[in-house]
């Protein structure tokens, strides 16, 4: 599993949870007022296996956290991902920078 985390200078959370829903089809979506969890199964024929990809968007104080994971892509005794879990992770900061440079907001990596 990988998980990486950023922090957002907005809270406009809708806003950014509708972006992510018009670029990726999730397979699960619940919302509220202070959280959002968006959550899509992927066959990796690389790996031959199913991923399971995440996003969690938090409204804290006057910040969007977002933790993305990828999970369970890995195969064989060792349980290699040969990359897939990072290249969703790639994928979504991707869209994030984007997003934040056209919205004009600062976007924070907590962790990689």
């Known amino acids: 599993m990988k998980v990486s985390k950023v922090k957002m200078s907005t809270?406009?959370?809708d806003?950014?949870?509708?972006?992510?829903?018009?670029q990726i089809q999730f397979d699960y979506e619940n919302h509220s007022e202070e959280i959002s969890i968006l959550v899509k199964e992927a066959f990796y024929l690389r790996t031959s296996s199913t991923q399971n990809n995440m996003l969690?968007?938090?409204?804290?104080?006057?910040?969007?956290?977002?933790d993305?994971?990828?999970s369970a892509g890995g195969t064989g005794l060792l349980n290699f991902s040969w990359g897939s879990e990072a290249s969703f992770i790639n994928k979504v900061m991707h869209l994030l920078?984007?997003?934040c440079s056209l919205n004009?907001?600062?976007?924070?990596?907590?962790?990689?």
């Open 11 to 13: 809270r406009n959370l």
């Open 15 to 22: 806003d950014l949870v509708n972006y992510f829903v018009d």
């Open 56 to 66: 969690i968007f938090k409204r804290s104080g006057n910040h969007i956290l977002v």
């Open 68 to 70: 993305i994971i990828g």
């Open 97 to 99: 920078k984007d997003y």
């Open 104 to 112: 004009r907001i600062e976007l924070e990596t907590l962790n990689d």
